[in-house]
């Protein structure tokens, strides 16, 4: 579910409403309210999630959704407990629905006359540049410096101790106590989720937050997007370079090191000391275990399991990629030519 403290639900819908929305037609109970839409790992019996493919449908059994939108070869596999709706393009119905109940999802409106909203609450020794706009009800603990024309959202929560560069934007977020963040730096902006049809592109609203755990450090112009559903997480004392983008929904883990110009696409998961040279890329959906480093400009679309260096594109261990720039080498040297006797 959406966090009321940065997201206006619109609903609830009943069944019809929601039918009508997506161009489909329903049986019986087209009068029961559905409250809120949620994946389906995070959706209770009022809510409505949806399933696009045979690998989430995996979780269907575990859901405690309500309502599911799925495909109609899918359709079979949702529980009895769940109200179906077939729809030939379950996350195309699901963005439609989604923006019915949370139409301003994309961007924050300012309409404030202060610099601070009054109901933000500020704690003791905060310090603000000149430029800086603090939004309702957000929270900025104590000793933590917001530098000059840096936006702190609606409902943000910045611990004790941060220090907050110039040019920031911070949205969506929590952050612990003791985070720094460079000059520039995106906290929380939609990410980069599209439903495609013959029609063009939906946006699929983007309902979740970035979660920064304590003694974070996120380098000038880095990007971290707000999750989908669910939660863009960083965590603990993990390290960021400049212009370093992180996906929605990404979980990176404790004490990782993240150099510059590393793109890591929604969905992945870096477990804890994991270490990305620059211009590392990592495909959506992966897994990177507990300290594995990656070498500079590598690049993976498949997991890599913990405890092992790795190099090139796509990902080796280190050592067999070593043998393969060798190889190269080799191949890439002028034949030697026999001399006349």
């Given at each position: 579910m959406a966090d009321t403290r940065f997201y206006d639900n619109r609903g609830p819908f009943t069944l019809a409403?929601?039918?009508?929305?997506?161009?489909?037609?329903?049986?019986?109970?087209?009068?029961?309210?559905?409250?809120?839409?949620a994946s389906l790992r995070g959706a209770g019996p009022s809510h409505l999630a949806y399933c696009s493919d045979a690998k989430a449908a995996r979780e269907l059994d575990a859901s405690q959704a309500g309502?599911?939108?799925?495909?109609?070869?899918?359709?079979?596999?949702?529980?009895?407990?769940?109200k179906v709706l077939i729809s030939p393009d379950p996350l195309m119905a699901f963005a439609q629905i989604a923006s019915l109940f949370y139409p301003e999802?994309?961007?924050?409106?300012?309409?404030?006359?202060?610099?601070?909203h009054a109901s933000a609450v500020m704690g003791e020794g905060v310090r603000l540049g000149r430029g800086a706009a603090v939004g309702p009800d957000a929270e900025i603990g104590d000793r933590t410096r917001i530098g000059p024309n840096t936006v702190v959202g609606r409902g943000v929560r910045i611990g004790q101790d941060c220090d907050i560069a110039p040019n920031v934007t911070i949205v969506y977020s929590y952050l612990g106590d003791g985070v720094t963040i460079l000059p520039g730096a995106q906290i929380g902006q939609a990410g980069?989720?599209?439903?495609?049809?013959?029609?063009?592109h939906i946006k699929i609203p983007q309902l979740g937050r970035v979660i920064v755990q304590?003694?974070?450090?996120?380098?000038?112009?880095t990007t971290?997007?707000?999750?989908?559903?669910g939660d863009t997480i960083i965590g603990e004392g993990t390290k960021i370079d400049n212009l370093v983008q992180i996906g929605h929904n990404c979980r990176i883990g404790r004490h990782c090191v993240i150099v510059s110009q590393v793109g890591i696409s929604g969905s992945c998961e870096l477990g804890d000391f994991v270490v990305l040279g620059g211009q590392v890329g990592i495909a959506d959906h992966v897994t990177v275990g507990d300290g594995a480093r990656l070498a500079a400009r590598g690049a993976t679309a498949g997991d890599?399991?913990?405890?092992?260096?790795?190099?090139?594109?796509?990902?080796v261990p280190i050592r067999q990629w070593r043998r393969q720039i060798a190889a190269i080498s080799r191949l890439g040297r002028p034949a030697k030519r026999a001399t006349d006797e």
């Open positions: 409403e929601l039918a009508a929305r997506i161009g489909i037609s329903i049986d019986g109970a087209t009068e029961t309210q559905v409250f809120d839409v309502f599911c939108i799925v495909s109609e070869a899918l359709a079979a596999r949702v529980p009895n407990r769940m999802h994309a961007v924050q409106s300012w309409d404030q006359a202060t610099a601070v980069f989720g599209f439903a495609s049809g013959h029609r063009g304590d003694r974070v450090e996120i380098g000038a112009c971290i997007d707000r999750g989908a559903l890599l399991p913990g405890g092992q260096d790795y190099g090139g594109a796509p990902a």
